[in-house]
């Protein structure tokens, strides 16, 4: 469903699990940083209506995760840690060149903000169900489904404000550039690294 090319090594939660604090942290900013897209969105692009209502529940959604998962920090006795750069966003962004309509410039907001809530449905698949901590992939579980919500909408808005066909093709080579991200990541306790 999510069409992603190359799927996270199940590896990868043996590393979460021996550094769930880290996870946490990391995650907590990745549901942050979705909530500033949101906002950003709206400031960027005020002249669409329906994107503009979609981002305001959006941006709420993401700061109600942001307090579920600090909330489970100071459950679990820490302080929320340190933001660190996300490389995987990083490398991501590199993709597809600066500038350009404002129309080409939000469809390719909205195919990377897409892509990034599928990986992160993705790893939240794999964390509900392997992580040894049945409440923990029971949480997971439930973003995962939220997450799921959060690739599809912003798809379909891609498809909606741009051409379609040409959309389609961008979205194809952004999911093969991924994949090759990816090779190089998987080995660190963050959501998307």
């Known amino acids: 469903m ?9 590896r990868w939660v043996n590393i979460v699990e ?13 549901e942050q940083k979705a909530a500033s897209t949101a906002i950003s969105l709206i400031v960027s692009f005020p002249e669409y209506t329906e994107l503009v209502e979609e981002m305001v529940a ?24 340190r933001d660190r750069k996300d490389e995987y966003v990083i490398e991501l962004i590199k993709f597809f060149p600066k500038g350009g309509s404002r129309t080409t410039q939000l469809v ?20 509900s169900e392997e992580l040894e901590d049945k409440k923990l992939a ?44 990816m090779k190089d990541l998987g080995t660190k306790e963050s959501i998307h690294g």
């Open 138 to 181: 029971d949480f997971y579980h439930k973003l995962m489904i939220s997450e799921a919500g959060h690739y599809t909408m912003f798809l379909k808005f891609a498809r909606k404000y741009g051409e379609l066909e040409e959309v389609n093709k961008k979205w194809n080579s952004l999911l093969e550039y991924e994949a090759q991200i």
């Open 58 to 81: 959006l941006s709420r959604e993401e700061m109600g995760h942001f307090k579920m998962v600090h909330d489970l920090i100071l459950k679990r006795g820490n302080t929320l840690g």
């Open 2 to 10: 999510l069409g992603l090319k190359l799927p996270t090594d199940p």
């Open 108 to 127: 390719h907001r909205l195919l990377y903000a897409s892509l990034i809530e599928a990986r992160s449905c993705e790893r939240f698949r794999l964390l």
């Open 18 to 30: 021996k550094n769930i604090d880290e996870i946490l942290t990391d995650h907590a900013y990745c």
